[in-house]
């Protein structure tokens, strides 16, 4: 996991190639301009989804994890808190994990914490359980944009 400000992005240019082709692409376009749903930034390697989101409460609330992609998360309007840890438990008897989506759900002790927005972006990584979307005391609802980067 990595969290920073988006005017650092481009410091983590040469971890992956693909990481590289989105930092290339978000320093070129206005991703607050973007419509909701799906946009191609390069074929299945890198893609951003524009969405809007209720938060929720973060106790109690399953953690995401992906096999697949990356999460490169950057909210466009409003804040929201995140979590994440080290390792969890697959939540099978919940949803267990779809490849077509690449997303599955388990629990973990929190072992770090953030808020989302003003600015800032979370990276988390193919196999980081991670809650984003919860409750941060600033607003109840938000627009976020969230990259998808092939890390396979």
């Not at 973990?108 to 990584?125: H, I, K, N, S």
């Not at 607003?139 to 976020?144: D, F, M, S, V």
């Amino acid at each position: 996991m990595i969290t920073d400000t988006l005017a650092n992005l481009a410091r983590y240019r040469g971890l992956h190639k693909n990481l590289d082709t989105a930092i290339a692409w978000l320093a070129g376009h206005d991703v607050t301009a973007l419509p909701l749903g799906r946009t191609v930034i390069d074929g299945e390697a890198v893609f951003v989804n524009v969405m809007e989101a209720e938060l929720r409460d973060a106790e109690g609330a399953a953690f995401e994890y992906h096999r697949r992609y990356a999460d490169l998360q950057i909210d466009l309007t409003g804040a929201e808190r995140w979590d994440w840890a080290a390792a969890g438990t697959p939540l099978v008897s919940h949803a267990p994990y779809d490849p077509d989506s690449d997303a599955g759900l388990g629990a973990g002790p929190e072992q770090a914490t953030g808020m989302l927005g003003e600015g800032r972006f979370a990276l988390f990584l193919p196999g980081e359980p991670h809650k984003p979307s919860c409750h941060c005391g600033v607003c109840t609802h938000l627009r976020k944009a969230v990259v998808k980067i092939e890390m396979g």
